[in-house]
């Protein structure tokens, strides 16, 4: 299985809601990333997730909050968002973090995240 | 910041044709890897290039990694509307973390 899950898959928030994206992998996966996806450009790394821990925050504003409860699981919480976080969110998960192995990450779907 | 620039930014080409996609930097990369995102999708990997000169062939696709391992390209024979998305590279390295290039977003007409 060679899956990553990510729910829902389209999500449409006002400014004031609170909500969550959530990410799955059964792969024994130690690393779990979050990517934020403008249309027509490249996924930018957000935050990285080594062994349950936080290992990256790319400068991301407090309004997005990464939780990994377990090596399978990411979540993303959003609040007070504003309509320039429209995108597309990707999680992503790879072997390990270890610097010397290339690793390969495999992408999940995607949530399409819509700011009103 | 390991920046890399992807050329051409957008290619539209009818079905059959070749191409090639360049991703260069002025850093060296331990390896690089390829990713095509299709729309609605998120990228799946392509290929790993690890060894400088490498060439590598997955069906009508081939890439190259450069020989200072600074530059890579991915061609395309004969292309088809299924080759239709947005190919990514981005080098491997460092703490895990990887930086994508700026992506060419190829079209194939049928």
């Known amino acids: 299985d060679t899956e990553v899950t990510q729910t829902p898959k389209h999500l449409v928030m006002g400014m004031t809601n609170k909500k969550s994206l959530k990410c799955e992998q059964h792969?024994?996966?130690?690393?779990m990333y979050w990517y934020k996806q403008k249309a027509k450009k490249p996924p930018e790394l957000m935050f990285v997730y080594s062994y349950e821990k936080l290992s990256i925050n790319e400068s991301v504003p407090s309004r997005f909050s990464p939780e990994c409860p377990n090596s399978s699981l990411l979540n993303l919480h959003l609040h007070a968002l504003q309509p320039e976080d429209s995108a597309l969110y990707l999680c992503?998960?790879?072997?390990?973090?270890?610097?010397?192995?290339?690793?390969?990450?495999?992408f999940g779907p995607g949530t399409r995240l819509t700011v009103t | 910041t390991q920046l890399l620039e992807q050329s051409p930014q957008f290619l539209s080409i009818q079905e059959g044709e070749n191409l090639t996609v360049y991703c260069n930097s002025s850093s060296v990369f331990s390896s690089l890897q390829w990713y095509r995102q299709e729309p609605g999708e998120g990228p799946v990997l392509l290929v790993t290039?690890?060894?400088?000169?490498e060439v590598k062939k997955l069906k009508r696709l081939t890439f190259q990694f450069g020989d200072a391992r600074k530059d890579s390209s991915l061609h395309i024979t004969a292309a088809q509307p299924g080759d239709t998305g947005l190919y990514l590279c981005a080098p491997v390295g460092g703490a895990g973390k990887s930086t994508f290039g700026d992506g060419t977003t190829l079209t194939v007409k049928p």
């Open positions: 992503a998960s790879s072997q390990s973090l270890v610097t010397w192995a290339v690793h390969e990450q495999y």
């Open positions: 290039v690890v060894t400088g000169g």
């Open positions: 792969m024994g996966h130690r690393a």
